[in-house]
Each structure stands twice: as structure tokens, then as C-alpha cells.
DNA sequence: TTTGGCACTCTGAAGCGAAGAGTGCCAGTT
DNA sequence: AACTGGCACTCTTCGCTTCAGAGTGCCAAA
């Protein structure tokens, strides 16, 4: 059996229990356990054969000898995309979640919450990313001068969300310019999109530039400033991460210590999660397929999440490789539209 | 030599030289190598007996009958109570510090960066509590209906701190009531203490409450709610935890795990910092003084900071018992006058 | 009081052999 | 042609022993 041959129905079944087998205790698993384990009347001496051929395509090694086999990073992508069989949530589990987030007051905590709920299902880290919100709709602003040409910009938007900045102006403005400038935003755009508003700014002052007053033109310079794309600082939730200290495949201290660091620049991980936003749905990293070699010994769940069918965030799960993907993958499913759910309803 | 019984200089130069050896090699230190650093032209011989009385003491322990000596806790006290020398910091590192805290533009930059600084400097874990200030000034105050009787009370206080709090309410109030609330507080109490604004609020109305209108019944009611002592979420900021893990004293992944489940619950170690704070200047837990069994191989060496005069935080690192003390003593102290300076000055 | 000497203890590394697990291959069976 | 039992071989793991090294405690002498 050649390298890029199909494989025998025998020997997807043999595969598919192998890893089974290997994600449940954790061992190389060796031909008599799976001869008497895959169901199949087979001896342990044709199992042999089978294995060598998966072997030679890279889907499974031994660590050593006489040491059973193991699926590989190949294996295993074989394995969550054709052989898995996903268990089903139970309805009682589903309710439990939903009550969990609907008991949520603000965004903050129901994101929060989903990261922790992935977490406590999967007994790995858990992480929700801060949804990127297409459109921020002005709710209400304020300006207030600060010294030296700066301005405390606080922003409500989306209803009950409140942003605030510091912007610099070319010179300063008085308490009150600032308060006329406000005023005019807040009766003439609320419930636009900021951006919107700023572009709508922008077009009015490149036609009538000269014959405008004053205070549109301090308002314009403003919100050009203030209504720019919100830069979150801290774009994840990240929950349970000390479990993955529990797990012995990353027992290596250094590894780990790699792992931590790499969760606390984000920005590797915020890449990952970023891909994942590309393309709706769920997204399945194994091993060192996410690119990186800080996961290497890891796995990435993920899924994309919506509110008005819109894919405006990802959440998932990283843990080990060897992961329960029959239940992990169900349970970043549901979470994703939960939260989705949760977050349109209020 | 009784257990009660003073040390004699003798012993405590040979405690402090061991205690100063074994910080820096980690390695229990016998007579031989102890005979040799002291300085002191005493045999093997001689050192093991007084060895024996500080082992009697309760101040070393020898971990197996061939090992050699190494300072407990109690031995660790001693040393930083009254041997220790401490190393002052070369004017040029100060100089550097000092310039990173000028850099930073907010308050909140300006604690991570000392958080950082602290966790670079000893290559710990660093952490500083966020001030706790005593008088929250108000600057402007913002109130906006939101569904189901609640309100988003924003509060720009000292100058240029944003915070926003949800209240819930007895009544539905409208847009127009609490404009005008709001409006009332930004004329009559701006620069004056939030806690004394509702005090002075609750005093008139006591007074004056039959004759009082409708729209001051109404301010009265929601200042009450918005203007409670801050429940910061976020109580300190800790950086370089990942340097713990590559500590061998803290080897065990289970211990480490529960070292990082406490940073995350956050309750304990405020705990901790709250007892700094009742009393100014630097403390010291070594081991199982911290009262906390997560932190038992670790010591703490803290500082209160000071905004003119008046300590309004904590700040410190967290390392392994056996940390360089000679030097982070010194660092945490600086430090803290650095912070407390860099606060006031903006 | 200090010291050299000595017997003793404990650790840690190294080496060894036996047991166990599993493989690859071959020759025989279906 | 596909499967199977058997067998030799390999590799890990565990327990045991040995040995060197480090350091102690105690004693008798200076």
C-alpha cells in the first residue's frame, strides 16, 4: 500500500479506533490491544501489517521499537476530518450554559463567562475574543478639555458600551466649544454609526468648507479624532489557562512557560484568531499546523461566532493535541452559538 | 548554646555568610566550604558546632544527615531583620528607571510599567495595586436611561479618570430628568469628593425633605447608587509571573499551578496587600508568614507608595524564599518612590 | 576552646539483569 | 492472496547493587 493510496475501509476503522483508544489513556497503543479492542476478528500479526502501512504514510509512529503506535499531527487531521463521530451535547448540558450566560449582566461578563464555560466542558483554556463590532452606533458623546491640547472623548455606543479617549488637537478649545460640539453630534447622529458620522462630517466640510461657522468646524476637527476605529487594548478572554499546567503532555516546564508568555503578547494568538475570522465556522488547528511553535504540542479549537448572522468574533478551546475532539468540537459549536445568541438578545 | 540564648557574633557572621551562599548558589552549604568563605580562620571542625546550635535555633536545617546546612524561615528572617547589607543601586539604574515611568501618558501605563519594572529588575513577578485614593474628585458626571429601571451613571473624576458604573433604580426616570440631575451636580459639585457629594446630599435631605421638588428627590436618588466607593475590578497588575516558572525551588508543576490559580483569584494576595497597606514602608513574608499556604516557598517583599504623603498603594515582588534580598530590597523600595513621584507629577 | 581524625550516614550516578510489551518477519494455513 | 501463529529481537522500565562524594557527629588531643 503506497504512500498516496486510499485507505482500506479496514484500515480507517483500525486508524479510527487507534486514536480513540490513544486520546482516552494516553498510551502508544500496540496490535493486540487493538485487535481486541476494534471489534474486527483480526490477530494481532494483521494489525501489524495494517499499522506498518499507516506508518508509511505518516499517519501514526512509535516512539520507539516496541512501543505501539501513536498518531501523528497527520493522523490526527485525518482523524477530526473524516473518521470522528461527534457526541452530541445533552439537552440538559445545553440548558445549563444557556442559563449561565443568560444570567449575564454586560458584554464584558458574558464574554467572560463563555471563556469560562468553554473552559469548565473541556477542562482546557478556554478564549472568547472580544467581538469586532461592524458598527458602532453613537448613543451619546462627551468632550472635556484636558491641559495641554488634549481632549477626554467618552463615547457611549451600542446603547450601554462606553469607550473613552484621549485625542490631541492642533490647538486648544474651551470647555464650552467643546460642549457646543457635543451638543450638535449628539442631536443630529444618534443611532448612526461612528464612522459613518465622521465620513459624513468629511464630505460636508470639503463642500461648504467656507461658508461654515466656527463650532462646525471645531466639531469636525474633533470627531475626526475621536471617531476613529476603536483600538481595543485587550482583544481576548482567555480562561482556565492554569489547566493546562494539569496536563502531562505539557508537562516540559519550558514549554509551558512558552506557552504562558505567548498568552500574554496575545499577538500570536490574536493572529490565529484573526485567520479563524476569515472564513465563517469552525477552524481546527493541530499540532504545528497553527504555524507556531509555541503550540506545538497544542491543539486550537475554534469557531467563529455571529449576531445577525454576521461572524463578528471566534471563541475556542487550546489544549494538548491529544484532546477529546468528539466532545470539544460539539462543545465550541454550541458555545459559539450561544453566545452569538446571548450577545443579539440584549 | 540554649535555644533562647543570644548568638554570638561568631554565629551570626557565619549565618549571615551562609544565608549569603546559599542564595547564591542554591546549594545546601557545609563546613568546609562555610570554613573557607567566612573570612574567619576557624577549622570545619569548629564551624560544625556552632552549626549544631544554629540548627538547635530552629534557624538552618540540614535536609539529610550528609547535606550540609540551609537556612529556614526563620533563618531567612533573621538574615533580613539584622544581617542582611543591602546594595544601593548605582545611580545610572535609578536614572534609567526613573525616565521609563516619565514616559508613560496614563495612570494605568504608569502602574503596569512599574509592574514590569519590578518583575525586569529581579527577575520575579512584580505587582503593584492600583491607588487606592482616598478623595475621587468630581470632574463631570453623565447619566443615561438604559432599559428595565437601570441607569449608566459615567463619572469623570480627578481630572481625567473615566469610570462607568450601572445602577438600578427604584423608578423608570427619563432622559429629561436625568439631564437635568446631572446638570445639577456638574454646576453645584464639581471638585468636590464623590462620598462628601452624597453625603452632603443625604444631610439635605433629611433637612428639607417636604419642601424639596421633584427633580432634586430624583438626583438625591441616583447619586445615592452612582456615587458608592469604587468596586474596582482589577485590584493590582502583576507582570513576569512566567518568570516563576523557570525557578527550580518552584519546580513542582503543582505547586506552580496553584501559585498561578491565586494570582488569577486575585482575593488572597489582596488580602496580603491590604495588611501592607495599614502600616507605611516595607514588608517582608518569608515562606509561611504570609499566613497562606499557596505562597509557603515563596516570600513577598513589599513597599507602600505614597502620593504626597499619604500611602495610597502597595507594591513588591513575589519570588522564591531563597531571592536575592541584598538587591530587592533596595529595588522595591526605589521603586516605590519612583511610582509616588511619577503619580503626583501629572 | 579549638582542632584533626575517624567512623558513619546519606545521596546520586552508574551498571546490571529480569520482566514486559511490542515489533518485524517468516512459514504455514485457509 | 490474505490471514495467522510463532519466534527472535529490541527497547523500556524497574529494582537491586555498588561506589564515590560530601558532610556530619563525636572523641581525644593540643
Redesign the pocket.
Known amino acids: 500500500m503506497a504512500e498516496h493510496q486510499q485507505l482500506t475501509e479496514r484500515a480507517r476503522q483500525l486508524l479510527r479506533v487507534l486514536v480513540e483508544k490513544y486520546i482516552s489513556e494516553g498510551q ?6 487493538l485487535s481486541r479492542a476494534a471489534g474486527l ?6 494489525i ?2 495494517v ?2 502501512d499507516l ?1 508509511d504514510m505518516g499517519l501514526v509512529v ?1 516512539p ?6 501513536v498518531p501523528t499531527a497527520k493522523g490526527f487531521r485525518f482523524f477530526v476530518d473524516s473518521l470522528v463521530s461527534l457526541k452530541r451535547l445533552e439537552d440538559y448540558e445545553i440548558a445549563s450554559l444557556r442559563s449561565r450566560l443568560q444570567g449575564e449582566g454586560n458584554d464584558k461578563e458574558l464574554l467572560e463567562s463563555a471563556s469560562r464555560m468553554l473552559s469548565d466542558m473541556t477542562r482546557m483554556a478556554g478564549l472568547v475574543m472580544i467581538p469586532r463590532r461592524a458598527r458602532f452606533a453613537l448613543r451619546h458623546v462627551e468632550f472635556l478639555p484636558l491641559a495641554e491640547q488634549r481632549i477626554l472623548a467618552i463615547l457611549v455606543v451600542n446603547e450601554r458600551e462606553v469607550q473613552n479617549r484621549v485625542i490631541h488637537t492642533e490647538r486648544q478649545y474651551s470647555e464650552s466649544e467643546l460642549q457646543q460640539a457635543a451638543n450638535y453630534l449628539n442631536e443630529n447622529f444618534v443611532g448612526r454609526d461612528i464612522l459613518a458620522i465622521r465620513d459624513t462630517l468629511a464630505a460636508e466640510l470639503s463642500e461648504t468648507r467656507d461658508s461654515m461657522n466656527r463650532m462646525m468646524l471645531t466639531t469636525i476637527d474633533i470627531a475626526n479624532s475621536a471617531f476613529s476605529p476603536a483600538a481595543d487594548g485587550d482583544d481576548f478572554v482567555l480562561s482556565g489557562q492554569t489547566r493546562l499546567m494539569g496536563i502531562d503532555e505539557l508537562g516540559d516546564v519550558d514549554k509551558l512557560r512558552q506557552l504562558f508568555e505567548a498568552f500574554q503578547r496575545k499577538r500570536q494568538l490574536l493572529g490565529l484568531l484573526d485567520r479563524c475570522l476569515q472564513a465563517d465556522g469552525m477552524h481546527i488547528f493541530i499540532g504545528e499546523e497553527a504555524g507556531q511553535s509555541v503550540f506545538d504540542d497544542c491543539s486550537v479549537v475554534t469557531s467563529t461566532y455571529a449576531i445577525d448572522g454576521e461572524a463578528v468574533g471566534v471563541l475556542g478551546v487550546i489544549g494538548p493535541t491529544r484532546m477529546d475532539y468528539e466532545r470539544v468540537i460539539p462543545v465550541v459549536n454550541v458555545t459559539a452559538k450561544l453566545l452569538g445568541a446571548a450577545l443579539k438578545s440584549d
Not at 502508544?28 to 490491544?33: A, F, L, N
Not at 476478528?41 to 494483521?46: D, Y
Open positions: 502508544p497503543v500496540g496490535s493486540r490491544t476478528e483480526l490477530s494481532a500479526a494483521t501489524r501489517n499499522m506498518a506508518e512509535s520507539h521499537t516496541s512501543a505501539g503506535r
